[in-house]
């Protein structure tokens, strides 16, 4: 049976969960003992160990999934508060699914399983692409990472009210969204999918500011040959 438009947004939104524990075990935003090995949608995936950061991300992905967004961004930063790395995660809507409907199964839409699959190949393409990135286990400054939404027809995120609702959301550092992108900055495109209800790709950016570093730190490290 294919997906309805609701359950599109719960798959997504389990994805999105999986992908961010999984970026930041691959990109030491954490040390590695923090997280532990699993495996979903038939891919290894990594799992924090911290309940408080379990609940952080369990929280974002709510607040995520309650909001009309086009564009979703992990960002890691350094302690200068300056984004090094963005995997920005964009979404389309391919279809209009008026509020009544959307525990329909919507025609020529993805079935589960074959969602599933593409969760598979993002993740192994996720795996395959980061190993191509500088690494960041020889970065003496700590790291740490934010959630950037980007709103559909400028819209205004929704606030939290009180503690039991997700996380609020405040207005993002430029240097952090993809319109604070420099045009130095590296691009690497992951995978695309379309599910006939949404549309959504991944895509890494490593800012200039981690290009230059990484340049001046491969200079200052170059011998002289006798």
């Known amino acids: 049976m294919s ?5 599109t947004i719960v798959a997504l939104c389990e994805f999105f969960e ?29 799992q924090s160990r911290s309940p408080s950061l379990n609940e952080y991300i369990a929280s974002l992905v709510k607040s995520v999934g309650q909001e009309l967004v ?19 995660l964009s979404i389309q809507s391919a279809v209009n699914v008026d509020p009544e409907h959307r525990d329909t199964p919507i025609p020529d839409a993805m079935t589960k399983a074959s969602l599933q699959q593409q969760f598979r190949s993002f993740l ?3 795996g395959t692409v980061e190993g ?8 003496q400054e700590q790291l740490s990472f934010t959630v950037i939404l980007e709103m559909k027809d400028h819209n205004v995120p929704s606030s939290a009210p009180n503690e039991q609702d997700p996380v609020p959301w405040m207005p993002a550092v430029v240097q952090h969204t993809t319109e604070g992108v420099d045009k130095d900055a590296e ?9 006939g ?11 200039r500011e981690k290009v230059d570093r990484e340049k ?11």
Do not use: W
């Open 70 to 88: 086009s564009c979703v961004a992990i960002v890691i930063k350094n302690q200068s508060d300056v984004a090094l790395e963005r995997f920005v």
């Open 197 to 207: 209800i949404f549309n959504f790709s991944l895509a890494i950016q490593e800012s």
């Open 18 to 46: 999986v992908t961010i524990h999984t970026i930041l075990c691959l990109r030491r935003v954490y040390p590695a003992q923090v997280f532990v090995r699993r495996k979903k949608y038939d891919a290894p995936v990594f």
């Open 132 to 139: 191509q990135m500088v690494d960041n286990s020889d970065d």
């Open 187 to 195: 691009l690497y495109m992951v995978r695309a999918i379309e599910t």
């Open 3 to 7: 997906l309805t438009y609701n359950d």
């Open 216 to 226: 001046s730190r491969l200079s200052k490290g170059k011998v002289k040959q006798l």
């Open 124 to 126: 192994v393409s996720l």
